[in-house]
């Protein structure tokens, strides 16, 4: 089967037959080539019901469409509430359905699983933007996702409030430290990435103003601050506006010093900590049974 119209418009810009893809491995996976045998076993296979999604806590829900496809490739179901991805209350109903009891609970774990995955970084990022809020700066996210999912958990970043940074390593160059050792210098790597690709963003990680001020003068785009201090920070910064070069401040950075970070004047937080460790959003499925 293929996804129904409601799914692929609740995926909004996402790439649906990869969405399709991935619930089919995901429920397979669950299924590990047999069948699920306790609701077999205890769900008679007439049995209808309308099951419904509801946060625990209230939190930013974020992959609202991928649920819905890890249902649908194990039946078909109607969707009675399809909700917007975003800010959810606690006890809130963010999607309901209405199917064969067996298909409701088979896709259940692999649609919390995931749902519940990506509404975690949906709400971190929603906090992070919320410490900056006034400041100017942009939370952004960076490629430490979890293998497979980059697409969903950087379109979960965006549903909370941020930015994403480049999606592959292919899409813009980032000169960081192995790549300076193994060009003889932070400008010299800058230089080399920019003659072979003129037409990409350079961004250049630097750990100290010196080496800002020589990107700088060679010409970068954006130049991330790595793990500078905050008196290093706004020097920098005070060397980058001018020339119209963006900064992004980088590594150890927290929520509770975030927005000191953002008043140095940077503009972007880049927050690894988004995608790799953010807690899931509590999220269960209340069923109901058919009279």
């Not at 996976?29 to 099951?51: K, N, R």
């Not at 790597?189 to 103003?209: M, S, Y």
Request: proline content about 4%; hydrophobic content about 50%; overall charge negative.
């Amino acid at each position: 089967m293929t996804l129904s119209e409601a799914t692929r418009t609740a995926l909004g810009g996402l790439d649906a037959d990869a969405v399709e893809d991935l619930a089919r491995r995901t429920v397979a996976e669950d299924l590990a080539g047999g069948v699920d045998v306790t609701s077999t076993a205890t769900v008679p296979e007439t049995l209808m019901g309308t099951a419904a999604f509801v946060p625990r806590a209230p939190g930013v829900v974020a992959g609202l469409g991928v649920a819905m496809a890890c249902i649908e490739v194990v039946g078909p179901v109607t969707w009675d509430v399809v909700g917007v991805d975003g800010p959810a209350a606690a006890g809130q109903t963010v999607l309901r359905m209405y199917g064969p009891v067996r298909t409701l609970l088979t896709g259940e774990r692999s649609a919390l699983n995931l749902l519940c995955h990506l509404s975690g970084v949906a709400t971190a990022t929603a906090a992070w933007v919320a410490a900056v809020a006034g400041t100017g700066a942009r939370i952004r996210d960076t490629r430490k996702t979890t293998p497979g999912l980059r697409a969903l958990e950087k379109a979960a970043v965006v549903i909370g409030g941020g930015v994403n940074h480049r999606m592959s390593l292919s899409d813009a160059a980032l000169v960081k430290d192995n790549h300076v050792v193994a060009a003889g210098g932070v400008a010299p790597a800058f230089r080399a990435v920019r003659e072979l690709w003129p037409d990409l963003d350079v961004e250049v990680e630097c750990d100290t103003v010196a080496q800002v001020a020589d990107v700088v003068a060679a010409g970068a785009d954006l130049v991330l601050l790595d793990n500078m201090s905050l008196a290093d920070m706004v020097a920098s910064v005070a060397l980058c506006k001018p020339a119209g070069v963006r900064t992004e401040a980088s590594g150890g950075l927290t929520l509770d010093r975030a927005r000191a970070v953002a008043e140095t004047g940077v503009d972007y937080l880049s927050i690894g900590a988004l995608t790799h460790s953010a807690p899931v959003l509590d999220l269960g499925l209340d069923l109901t049974l058919a009279v």
